[in-house]
């Protein structure tokens, strides 16, 4: 049945308005101004108003580059109920970096201890005074990245050894982007499967697998020898 030209236009307008409520979220919670996108565009800022507003309609190729210039999926845009991008309350950053640099101090001593080291191996191998080797420790002065480097290097640790895995802001985003880090280095038929909804079943069996003992998988394995044969 043809639908009726009135109520046509109707939802076309509104699907433009909601369209350009989205890619309006989808701007300001990048950061990015209508300039920038503009530009991306080709078009004026004008024009990046009116497709925001609801005044003129956008073309895919067009949602496509901003999706990809605010980093939002581009189905964000037309995925059944339409959601907004919620803002997060901004993080305490000055409390949790005095807060770090305490914890990475902690971390220090207590792998300078373990290994019976004083601090003055540690200030002599820094070329610097035992007094700032224990500011560093106590978290009353940061430790210059260059010197962590070298302080790990001698201590045979890991510079991830000092890296934020709590449950905190930080932690969080930097566990994000390890991960997202990782599945970029996946072969692409790799990723292809990972992000297919359909195979979440393998997945998961996989990573049941994975937790199981060798001696377990081997009679598993021993089982499907005998199915097959």
């Known amino acids: 049945m043809v639908e009726n030209k009135d109520k046509l236009k109707e939802r076309l307008a509104l699907r433009t308005r909601i369209i350009g409520l989205l890619l309006r979220n989808a ?9 920038e996108c503009a530009e991306a565009l080709g078009v004026s800022p004008e024009a990046i108003t009116a497709y925001e507003e609801g005044r003129k309609p956008i073309s895919l190729p067009e949602v496509e580059v901003l999706a990809y210039l605010t980093g939002t999926p ?3 845009f037309w995925d059944g109920t339409p959601t907004l991008i ?10 949790i970096l005095a807060l770090r640099h ?10 300078r201890l373990e290994r019976n080291i004083s601090q003055r191996e540690l200030a002599e191998l820094l070329d610097c005074s035992e007094r700032r080797i224990s500011a560093y420790e106590y978290g009353e002065q940061p430790i210059p990245l260059a010197e962590l ?16 895995t709590q449950e905190g802001r930080l932690g969080e985003w930097q566990r994000k982007q390890e991960a997202w880090h990782r599945f ?3 072969p692409r038929k790799v990723q ?3 992000i297919q909804p ?30 097959t044969y």
């Open 27 to 35: 701007r300001e919670h990048a950061g990015k101004s209508k300039q």
């Open 74 to 76: 581009v189905s964000h």
């Open 86 to 95: 919620e803002e997060e309350d901004p993080p305490p950053l000055k409390e």
């Open 102 to 111: 305490r914890i990475v101090g902690a971390l220090l001593r207590q792998a």
């Open 149 to 164: 480097e070298v302080l790990c290097q001698y201590l045979r640790l890991p510079l991830e050894h000092f890296l934020d």
């Open 184 to 186: 970029n280095q996946l």
């Open 192 to 194: 292809e499967f990972v």
């Open 198 to 227: 359909l195979n979440v079943k393998y997945l998961e069996v996989a990573m049941r697998l994975a937790e199981m003992p060798a001696g377990k998988l081997r009679e598993i394995a021993e089982g499907l020898l005998d199915i």
